[in-house]
């Protein structure tokens, strides 16, 4: 069979200075590891058993219909306005109208240089894009808003990273859309209404469609994204480069670079090897996600009628910010212990869960999951902190109508480690993908006890911790 994608592009029809159109550069000798058959069956992709799907997917043959392109952004990259970015290692071969009536981009990562690229080579390692794959296809088995993974092709060729030469890969990533707040940025940055105002009607069309102003399209974005960070802040995961560039305007999680989950909870946790001062540490998440939609803010300002009224109007909105992730955060983590109504002196309850969880080193996936089988007090060094919290947490457990199913629905029994992710790298660039899959079958569905898995599920042992990850450049 031919693999049919049934494009239906719409980016690549906006004024040229938004992209440049170029094809993926060929690799030597593209071959499939991974193809996410059910996603392609949602996007409407037919003749699946194409022999070319390596061809395809790692860039070698564009397929019929697309509109290759390099979307031009530009972002806060640790607080500092760089003017210029956009992809410099990813080309959107198109956007389909997926089965659910949702158009989605299609986009290869690691597929070449483009005119982005400054000091870059355009291309991706096959670690970055693995943890990709496993990561954000684990992130939507958890009901996270993310984009996917349709694909991954290991390239042939060797690239140069700091380490030496490494094996390239090129991951197909789906998206609602790769509108970014760096997006908005340049053109804000630029002064160029035109194209602003172009961006927000494309924007609004294909993602708000019922927003009537750009306060309202400001207040959605800042309404999900609040639920979106709260929701990673739940489940424990740290998304390491939460750069204006890598923040979404439809909401989803996006760019999986140094990302990764905690185990032994702690709020300070970090994991990027480049982010010296914890500037997207676990806890920071909340005040970071402000000051992206500040940025956001900041960029819409030109397409309001009255800019000085605005800058009030806007600084509200941003403001109230923080109370929107507080009231999330609340719902999601009364739920981690079985409260489906949440009330207000609930916080305290959690929060004294959350310092003997800190001070006992107990592992926040495992300890969350014990809760609802009678188990989490062995997750504790010291277990009596534990019982000593728990007489509180059952008397307000009291009226909860079935506590039980709750949290079993809510506490995932397994998340992507970072040991096992490693690991899982490890054994695919020596040759070996079958932890690789065995990882992403067992993160399908997280909410299941599955005794075949317990090795994935258990916290690293003190020698297995891998506390430091690496940016995919
Ligand atoms: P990221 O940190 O992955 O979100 O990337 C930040 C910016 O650097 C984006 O504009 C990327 O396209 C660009 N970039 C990252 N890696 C490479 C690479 N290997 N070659 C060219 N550009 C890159
Ligand atoms: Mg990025």
């Not at 800190?358 to 592992?363: E, K, L, M």
């Not at 506590?403 to 809510?410: C, F, G, K, V």
Request: aromatic share 8%; net charge negative.
């Amino acid at each position: 069979m031919t693999l049919h994608i049934p494009f239906d592009n719409s980016y690549a029809a906006l004024p040229d200075g938004f992209f440049t159109r170029l094809d993926p550069t060929p690799v030597a000798q593209p071959a499939l590891i991974a193809f996410n058959q059910s996603l392609a069956d949602q996007l409407g992709l037919t003749g699946t058993d194409d022999p070319r799907l390596a061809a395809i997917f790692g860039g070698n043959a564009v397929p019929d219909g697309a509109a290759p392109l390099a979307q031009l952004y530009a972002g806060h990259q640790f607080g500092q306005f760089n003017p210029q970015l956009g992809d410099g290692r990813a080309i959107l071969l198109g956007e389909t109208v997926g089965r659910d009536g949702m158009r989605r981009d299609i986009q290869l990562k690691g597929s070449g240089p483009t005119p982005y690229s400054r000091m870059g080579d355009g291309r991706a390692w096959l670690g970055p894009v693995l943890r990709e794959y496993v990561v954000s296809e684990a992130m939507h088995a958890l009901g996270v808003p993310t984009t996917r993974a349709l694909a991954a092709v290991r390239s042939g060729e060797d690239i140069i990273r700091d380490t030496g030469p490494v094996p390239g890969a090129v991951l197909t990533r789906v998206a609602q859309s790769h509108i970014r707040v760096g997006t908005f940025q340049i053109f804000a940055a630029r002064r160029d209404l035109g194209a602003l105002q172009t961006l927000y009607d494309y924007t609004l069309a294909r993602h708000y469609p019922d927003a009537k102003d750009p306060a309202e399209l400001l207040q959605r974005v800042i309404e999900r994204q609040a639920a979106l960070v709260a929701q990673w802040m739940s489940l424990g995961f740290i998304h390491g480069v939460m750069n204006t560039d890598n923040c979404t305007l439809s909401g989803e999680t996006i760019d999986y670079g140094p990302c990764a989950f905690m185990d032994a909870y702690d709020p300070e946790t970090v994991f990027s090897s480049i982010d010296r001062f914890g500037r997207y540490g676990y806890a920071a998440q909340a005040d970071i996600i402000v000051w992206n939609m500040a940025q956001l803010a900041t960029a819409l300002i030109p397409l309001m009628p009255e800019p000085e009224a605005a800058v009030e109007q806007f600084t509200a909105q941003v403001h109230a910010m923080p109370d929107l992730i507080r009231a999330e955060w609340e719902r999601r983590f009364a739920a981690k212990i079985g409260i489906s109504t949440p009330r207000p002196e609930d916080k305290t309850l959690i929060a004294d869960l959350l310092t003997r969880m800190q001070a006992g080193r107990a592992d926040f996936t495992n300890t969350f999951r014990a809760l609802s089988d009678g188990t989490a007090r062995d997750e504790f060094t010291d277990p009596a902190a534990f019982d000593d919290w728990q007489t509180g947490w059952q008397d307000r457990l009291a009226n909860e109508p079935d506590p039980q199913a709750l949290m079993r629905a809510t506490n995932p029994a397994i998340i992507p480690r970072n040991h096992r992710v490693e690991e899982m790298i490890a054994a695919a660039v020596a040759g070996d993908d079958a932890p690789f899959h065995r990882l992403n079958a067992a993160l399908a569905t997280p909410f299941d006890d599955n005794p075949d898995t317990a090795d994935l599920r258990r916290a690293p042992l003190p020698d297995e911790v891998v506390p430091a990850t690496f940016c995919g450049t």
